[in-house]
C-alpha cells in the first residue's frame, strides 16, 4: 500500500500557484493512474485504487500548507500506512522552474508544509519529490513569489516536470525508491 501526497493550498484562488506544484502532480498522478479524487475525509480529498498490483492513496490535503499533516497523519493511520510507502510532493524555490529532486528523506528547507508534515509524523524521513518553483525576482517577497502564478515562459517547462514527477511516482510503485531517485534524478 502506497500512498502519494502532493502539497498545496485549496479553492481556485490558488489553483496556478507556485505553492500548488504538489496539488499539479497529483492531478496528473490521478490521470495517470486511473484514479479519482472524490473521497473528502481526513481534511482533505482523496482517492483510491490499484495500479500495477499496489494499491494506491492520492492525497490533496486541504488544511492549507501549513496544516498539511493535519491531514496526512490521520489517513495513514486509519489505513496504517508505514512511513516508508509515503511519498511526498511539494512546491522548491531551490530548484529552477522545470526541475524535480527526488530524495529518501531532508530538512524543512524552510518550508511550512514540510515542518508541519514533520512535527505530525515525528520524522523527516519520508520519501519526497520536490518541483522547482525558482526563487522570487528581487523586491518580490517570498510569499507573493510562491502564492503567485507561473510566467508564460514557465508553463512548458512546469508541464514537463509535472509529467515528469508522475511519471516518477508511477515507477515507485513497482521499483525500490533507490532506483526511482537513479531513474528520475
Not at 490521470?31 to 498490483?53: A, N, Q, R, T, W
Request: aromatic share 8%; net charge neutral; hydrophobic share 35%.
Amino acid at each position: 500500500m502506497k500512498l502519494i501526497v502532493g502539497l498545496g493550498n485549496p479553492g481556485a484562488k490558488y489553483e496556478q500557484t507556485r505553492h500548488n506544484a504538489g496539488f499539479m502532480v497529483i492531478d496528473e498522478c490521478a490521470e495517470l493512474m486511473g484514479i479519482e479524487l472524490k473521497e473528502s475525509k481526513f481534511k482533505g480529498v482523496y482517492g483510491s485504487g490499484i495500479v500495477d498490483g499496489e494499491k494506491v492513496f492520492l492525497l490533496k490535503p486541504l488544511t492549507y500548507m501549513n496544516l498539511s499533516g493535519e491531514s496526512v497523519r490521520p489517513l495513514m493511520d486509519y489505513y496504517k500506512i508505514a512511513i516508508e510507502d509515503v511519498l511526498i510532493i511539494f512546491d522548491d524555490m531551490d530548484l529552477p522552474v522545470g526541475q524535480i529532486r527526488l530524495r529518501q528523506k531532508g530538512g524543512h528547507g524552510g518550508h511550512n508544509g514540510i515542518k508541519s508534515l514533520n512535527a505530525h509524523l515525528g520524522t523527516s524521513e519520508f520519501k519526497r519529490i520536490r518541483i522547482g518553483v525558482e526563487r522570487p525576482e528581487p523586491g518580490v517577497s517570498v510569499v507573493n513569489h510562491v502564492l503567485g502564478t507561473f510566467r508564460p515562459e514557465e508553463k512548458e517547462p512546469l508541464e514537463q516536470a509535472i509529467k515528469k514527477a508522475s511519471e516518477a511516482c508511477r515507477y515507485w510503485l513497482k521499483n525500490e525508491f533507490p532506483n526511482v531517485m537513479n531513474q528520475y534524478n
